[in-house]
Structure formats: C-alpha cells, structure tokens
C-alpha cells in the first residue's frame, strides 16, 4: 500500500510582511521550507496620505491580504466619494501608528533573538 505524503502550509499575513512554512507530516513534523516576504507598504503607507484613484485601486489590489476588513473599507470610501466628491479624504493605515514607536516599545515584548532575526513588533 503507497502512503500519501500529508504536507502543512502556515501563511501568517500581518500589516507589513507575510510569513510562511511548510512542514511534512511523516511520523514527525518537519519543517522543509519556510520564507517571508518583509516590508510589504513601509515606503508607502507610514504617514497618513489623502486618498487619491491611484490608492483606492492599490487598495483593490491589496484588499485580499485584509479579507475581513479592507474589502469593506474601500467600499466606504467609494460611498463617501460618490456623496461628496470634493471632500478630501485621508487614510491612517495601521503602519503608521507602528511605524514611529520608540525602540524601547517596539522590543520590549520580543526575545532579542528574534529582533536581530527581524520580527518587529505591530
């Protein structure tokens, strides 16, 4: 009888970067590939902008790393757009509270293990 190899995929999305791991599940869990993808906005998103065409539709294309929320969001800046198309609207994104943290309180909670390693604290 052939045995099925059962593979684990763990995707963790958080408002800067995406990590992810892929375990084999054979007897014991191991661990055979993991990465992240880091920075993921910073350049963009780390002081509050006016929303412009350009940023809803970055948005768009971004709204699936936020299912829960963003898809609903932009759908309310849109509303509000279509009633009052010349109010200025300006977005806070959760990196621009981070972003400015003082060194104390970004790694107060982290092992410094893990800070050398790049794990910032969101």
């Not at 191991?30 to 920075?39: E, Y």
Request: proline share 7%; charged share 20%; net charge positive.
């Amino acid at each position: 009888m052939k045995t099925r190899n059962l593979h684990i995929l763990t995707i963790n999305g958080g408002s800067s970067s995406i990590k992810f791991a892929l375990f084999t599940v054979d007897g014991i869990l191991q661990r055979i590939l993991s990465g992240k993808l880091a920075w993921i906005g910073l350049p963009k998103y780390s002081e509050p902008r006016r929303m412009t065409v350009e940023m809803i539709e970055e948005l768009h294309r971004l709204s699936s790393f936020n299912p829960a929320h963003l898809p609903e969001e932009i759908l309310l800046t849109e509303a509000f757009h279509r009633r009052f198309p010349h109010l200025p609207q300006v977005a806070c994104f959760d990196t621009v509270f981070h972003h400015a943290l003082p060194r104390v309180a970004k790694l107060l909670p982290i092992p410094r293990r893990f800070e050398a390693q790049g794990l910032r604290r969101y």
